[in-house]
């Protein structure tokens, strides 16, 4: 039943509107694995002591809050205008079927367009929490080889340990897994 002067999604559009609700139930999934990750893998030590507890991925945390309260909204929004049977249960998966077993009536009412901008821009946001982590960069100090005056980096991965891409300088210069440890004394002393 489409709402009169609301202009309709193209059936094609449909399609894409139930995949990427289906898409944020993966991406809700897979925050869930991030949930006691740090973005970097790194945390830092404030005092000289352990932290007690889980560390916990507020990013995730709040990217799962979004997921849920947007689903949750849409659904109020269909059972509040349609009436009938709400979701089987307040998971992602049974709101997402919900939702798509209302997709006719949501892609004809005057808020489709809307709908259809929140989605994207919620797994835009989501997917670049999801996505690859960049490696982060460390400087060391200044490099050893003669004449060079660049500064020795590690590019580390998501677990904090020196990447693929190792340990040099803006140079070139790079410096073998056992030399690692002279660099580390050579950089403690002149702190």
């Known amino acids: 039943m489409r709402t009169p002067g609301a202009p309709a999604l193209a059936p094609i559009g449909t399609e894409r509107l139930k995949s990427e609700l289906y898409g944020l ?11 006691c990750r740090t973005r970097s893998g790194l945390r830092e030590r404030v005092s000289g002591h352990r932290a007690n507890g889980i560390p916990l991925n507020e990013e995730a945390v709040e990217a799962r809050t979004r997921i849920t309260g947007f689903l949750v909204a849409w659904s109020g929004l269909v ?10 249960s307040r998971e992602p998966r ?28 919620l797994t835009a946001r989501v997917s670049r929490l999801t996505g690859p982590t960049p490696d982060l960069q460390v400087d ?14 590690a590019v580390l991965d998501v677990g904090g340990t ?11 210069h790079a410096l073998p ?4 440890l002279l660099l580390a004394r050579r950089t403690g002393q002149r702190a």
């Open 25 to 35: 139930v993966d991406l809700y999934a897979e925050c869930e694995q991030l949930l």
């Open 79 to 88: 059972l509040d205008q349609q009436g009938g049977a709400g979701p089987e």
């Open 94 to 121: 049974a709101l997402a079927a919900f939702l798509v077993r209302h997709l006719d009536w949501l892609t004809a009412h005057p808020a489709a367009a809307e709908l259809v901008a929140e989605l994207d821009e």
């Open 140 to 153: 060391l100090g200044p490099c050893a080889h003669p004449g060079c005056g660049s500064t020795v980096y």
């Open 162 to 172: 020196p990447s693929a891409q190792g340990v040099g300088c803006a140079a070139g």
């Open 177 to 180: 897994p056992r030399q690692w």
